[in-house]
């Protein structure tokens, strides 16, 4: 099991990073457009006074070595369950996949930190894990080099998003 932090800088206050977080277009864009998703989806989206709740469906562009593309197949995809907790301003996921629900995992927590007046750090804490004989370690070390990849990816699109749309 792979457990590890992604932290990025994001130039907005903590307000603008969420009200963008849960930004249909600009989640649709950031996916589909900046990521090269093929799919990606908000099936559902809830408020209430003390949590958002979101789940989405994506087809992530996959750059896999050949055994980890073997085992997941040509067109991987994963719904995303995730929640908002407006007190402690926390967001949790928890990833299922299309295929091997029962063998592999990834889920995780994410929050922001004020670092000036107009810039918020963005933590991630990510836990991954592939329990598939022989090849387990390397479907996380692929999962995690994705994930960093995309994370930051986000971070650099975000940081666009926050000097065109403000």
Not at 27 to 39: A, I, V
Not at 104 to 128: C, Q
Request: net charge positive.
């Amino acid at each position: 099991m792979g457990k590890f932090t992604i932290t990025n800088e994001i130039n907005c206050n903590e307000e603008t990073f969420w009200k963008i977080f849960f930004d249909k277009e600009f989640n649709e864009k950031l996916y589909r457009g900046h990521l090269g998703f093929p799919d990606f989806r908000i099936l559902e989206q809830r408020d209430s006074d003390t949590e958002t709740i979101r789940k989405v469906a994506g087809t992530p562009k996959m750059s896999v070595p050949g055994p980890v593309a073997k085992v997941l197949g040509s067109n991987f995809s994963y719904t995303e369950e995730g929640r908002f907790d407006k007190k402690s301003k926390v967001w949790s996921w928890k990833m299922t996949p299309g295929t091997m629900a029962d063998k592999l995992r990834n889920e995780g927590v994410m929050r922001i930190e004020r670092i000036g007046d107009s810039k918020v750090r963005r933590i991630a804490e990510i836990v991954i894990e592939a329990k598939v004989f022989g090849i387990g370690g390397l479907i996380e070390s692929s999962a995690e080099k994705q994930l960093r990849e995309g994370w930051d990816g986000s971070a650099v699109y975000m940081n666009d998003w926050v000097k065109t749309h403000s």
